[in-house]
């Protein structure tokens, strides 16, 4: 995912150093595939799936614990790190800040945010 995500660099940038330990470069996993077919994977605004870039369109989401316990970023970074950046989240969405800031997505049915499909031709022997 990339690290221009707004709800990481907005709101909870503690979660980038995370996310960057957990995460294998896509050209590295491409070579240690032998070779790989790299596909953008845009995400709907509907995605239903639940992982990190899921809701980005429907910023509320991240602020229940529910959603942020089933994002493997989030729940590694934990709730006491991402709390004040949270908090500023919910402050922005209930003075209509988020929205005024973000409208461009308002209507977008789906958004490229770093998401790669990576494709290679493998045969089992």
Do not use: K, N, Q
Request: include cysteine; charge should be negative; proline fraction near 6%.
């Amino acid at each position: 995912m990339t690290r221009d995500f707004w709800l990481l660099r907005e709101y909870i940038p503690e979660a980038v150093a995370v996310d960057r330990a957990m995460a294998v470069p896509v050209d590295r996993l491409a070579a240690l595939l032998g070779g790989a077919r790299i596909e953008p994977m845009p995400v709907p605004h509907d995605c239903t799936d639940g992982f990190a870039a899921a809701y980005w369109r429907r910023p509320e989401a991240y602020l229940d614990p529910v959603v942020r316990a089933g994002i493997s970023m989030l729940a590694r970074t934990g709730d006491e790190r991402l709390r004040a950046g949270l908090d500023l989240l919910a402050a922005d969405l209930a003075s209509g800040r988020w929205h005024a800031r973000h409208a461009d997505l308002l209507h977008r049915e789906h958004l490229d945010l770093g998401y790669r499909l990576v494709i290679a031709d493998t045969t089992l022997d």
